[in-house]
């Protein structure tokens, strides 16, 4: 016999619901709930489709607001699914110039139909020691982010991409110019000028990376939780099994949004909801969805989304183009980025950041008398952040002289011999 779940008091009422499975149960298919105008609204900056409610009614949530979401649920329960459907709805609504993606996926299964994907800020993650990697490069990226919003006067992501994406071409490199001259390119690198997309970071089996390295995991995950939300950071970690060890007080206390589907025990139901009841839902989708400040958990049903759907869809966003990942990410995931990537310090030496031009503006410079940052920059075509960073680079290593006031630098090499 199924299961029956009590309800006590029933929010809003006098009186005492039971709830019990309905003898033929319906699917909810995701496309369903992503044709709804809720969906699309302005509002709604990081829809996320939980599937339908009770009465049948479409569910959506906004991430944006959320701002983190714990997903648990047992093997057949439809926790993955629901991941799935979840980043498809996002990908639905942006584009990847205001939306990107990290993606953890130890089990190399559930989160691979997306490696291609044109969104993702980084290569799909399968290596725990990696995530944890990737975790403070978050970390970084918001603190940069923050930086930036200040110096603009913004007091979120929304507001700080308003105010540059008003800025005339012009008027951001001659931003960009004058910090560089007031503050150095080492510290112009500590500010954006233009605009910045929204980042979710997905985690498949949260469960690992702790088991791996719970220390700095924790920490880590405590304070982008704390921290990320206003500069468009979000977290969103799944698990099988929502143990103590795994799920800590610090980690509950800051991530409020909840999704449980079926889960293996009454502990299990407790810790991921804070009561029981998960134990008792259905498969295939069956949740519970505990949103932030609301004190009872409410029962959906989660949306469905076929293999054969996925495999269409995730191919139709590969073939618009390949994904450009973040040049500084992939260097401290490759353990080539030195401790500037992780710490924000150094930027010469042997913690400097290789240009992969630098071999052929060298070559250039180097039949050059004099040489200055707007000339490698209007040259090569490049940002004047990174020709300023150049120059820094060509000084120490002798290549130019110090600087001269306004005038270009002196090019104390020559050219290669022929």
């Known amino acids: 016999s199924e299961s029956v779940r009590i309800i006590a008091p029933i929010p809003g009422r006098d009186v005492v619901g039971i709830e019990t499975s309905n003898q033929h149960r319906e699917t909810v298919f995701l496309k369903d709930i992503l044709m709804q105008e809720e969906f699309w609204e302005d509002e709604m900056k990081l829809p996320i489709a939980l599937g339908r409610q009770a009465d049948g009614e479409p569910k959506v949530v906004d991430l944006r607001r959320m701002p983190h979401m714990l997903v648990a649920g047992s093997t057949g329960s439809g926790k993955s699914v629901f991941v799935v459907s979840l980043i498809v709805g996002l990908l639905f609504r942006h584009s990847p110039k205001t939306l990107r993606l990290i993606l953890v996926d130890p089990k190399q299964v559930d989160l691979a139909a997306f490696s291609h994907c044109p969104h993702l800020l980084m290569p799909p993650i399968r290596e725990p020691q990696k995530a944890v990697v990737a975790l403070k490069w978050a970390i970084r990226e918001m603190e940069k982010r923050y930086r930036s919003m200040s110096k603009f006067g913004a007091r979120g992501l929304e507001g700080f991409n308003e105010i540059v994406g008003k800025l005339p071409k012009g008027d951001i490199e001659e931003h960009e110019t004058f910090h560089a001259e007031l503050e150095g390119a080492a510290r112009l690198d500590d500010y954006y000028f233009t605009p910045q997309p929204y980042i979710v970071i997905v ?87 505990l949103a932030p400040g609301v004190a009872k958990p409410e029962r959906h049903h989660g949306a469905y989304l076929s293999e054969e759907e996925i495999s269409a869809l995730t191919e139709h966003w590969s073939v618009q183009g390949e994904p450009e990942f973040d040049p500084l990410a992939m260097k401290i995931l490759e353990g080539t980025g030195g401790g500037f990537e992780l710490s924000g310090e150094g930027l010469l030496g042997e913690d400097a950041e290789y240009d992969e031009r630098y071999d052929e503006i060298l070559a250039y410079i180097s039949g050059l008398k004099e040489v200055s940052a707007s000339l490698i920059q209007r040259r090569f075509r490049i940002g004047y952040p990174r020709a300023a960073r150049l120059i820094e680079i060509f000084e120490s290593e002798g290549v130019i002289g110090p600087p001269n006031g306004s005038k270009p630098r002196q090019v104390l090499v020559g050219p290669p011999p022929s």
Do not use: W, Y
């Open 203 to 289: 985690v498949e089996e949260f469960g690992d990376l702790m088991a791996v390295d719970k220390s700095n995991v924790e920490n880590a995950v405590v304070r982008l939780a704390q921290m990320a939300r206003a500069c468009g950071i979000h977290l969103i970690l799944a698990m099988q099994s929502p143990r103590k060890d795994v799920v800590t007080g610090l980690i509950k206390t800051n991530i409020p949004g909840r999704v449980s589907f079926k889960v293996a025990s009454k502990m299990d139901s407790r810790i991921i909801l804070d009561e029981s009841g998960a134990e008792r839902l259905l498969t295939r989708g069956d949740m519970l969805f």
